[in-house]
T-cell receptor, first 116, second 111 residues
Framework: DAGVTQSPTHLIKTRGQQVTLRCSPK?????VSWYQQALGQGPQFIFQ???????QRGNFPDRFSGHQFPNYSSELNVNALLLGDSALYLC???????????????FGPGTRLTVL | AQSVTQPDIHITVSEGASLELRCNYS??????LFWYVQSPGQGLQLLLK??????LVQGIKGFEAEFKRSQSSFNLRKPSVHWSDAAEYFC?????????FGTGTRLKVLA
């Protein structure tokens, strides 16, 4: 049973560029969440996608956008990159169960983005 | 507001000594709590989780944690630390749709 996978593993970009990160959820999961982990910090919630819609968003600017595809995989796009966007980007997947107040999230290995 | 506090940024222990990492949370409803470990350059590995029931939770690698509702705490413990336990440890609480993480505690183990 494949877990959450992310690509690429590492990425180097320059300021002002745009980047796309990809995530495939764990088999059977339908919900994808994205987190940013800056150096020396805990992961911060960016947004969550369910049924191809952004369901909830954290305190991140509109430069951060996403997409979920019919097969439940997801992309995170960041435009106009800043030096401060350098971080480990984690994807997490879960299964949305109606009537259940909590759905456990499973994390992928992350994509390390360096902005020069 | 929902939050997680890890009061200790760095902790140093000798190999073979006991360990306790502190975690305090603020959450209005029944909390679902987690401890993760992260080695340098790596992703998150789940050590243990608390949903309900027994307040003492056993995890992998010999770790355990105790949920204390009255103190809003979920401290992580290990009776005897190994050099390979050196890493960063994160406590998290599950909010609606998202996890809220603490800022982490970096563990150093002395030989």
């Amino acid at each position: 049973d494949a877990g959450v996978t992310q690509s690429p593993t590492h990425l180097i970009k320059t300021r002002g560029q745009q980047v796309t990160l990809r995530c495939s959820p764990k088999s059977g999961h339908d919900t994808v969440s994205w987190y940013q982990q800056a150096l020396g910090q805990g992961p911060q919630f960016i947004f969550q996608y369910y049924e191809e819609e952004e369901r909830q968003r954290g305190n991140f600017p509109d430069r951060f956008s996403g997409h979920q595809f019919p097969n439940y995989s997801s992309e995170l796009n960041v435009n106009a990159l800043l030096l401060g966007d350098s971080a480990l980007y984690l994807c997490a997947s879960s299964l949305d169960l109606a009537g259940v107040s909590y759905n456990e999230q499973f994390f992928g290995p992350g994509t390390r983005l360096t902005v020069l | 507001a929902q939050s997680v506090t890890q009061p200790d940024i760095h902790i140093t222990v000798s190999e073979g000594a006991s360990l306790e990492l502190r975690c305090n949370y603020s959450y209005g409803a029944t909390p679902y709590l987690f401890w993760y470990v992260q080695s340098p350059g790596q992703g998150l590995q789940l050590l243990l989780k608390y949903f309900s029931g027994d307040t003492l939770v056993q995890g992998i690698k010999g770790f355990e944690a105790e949920f204390k509702r009255s103190q809003s705490s979920f401290n992580l413990r290990k009776p005897s630390v190994h050099w390979s336990d050196a890493a960063e440890y994160f406590c998290a609480v599950s909010g609606t749709y998202k996890y809220i993480f603490g800022t982490g505690t970096r563990l150093k183990v002395l030989a």
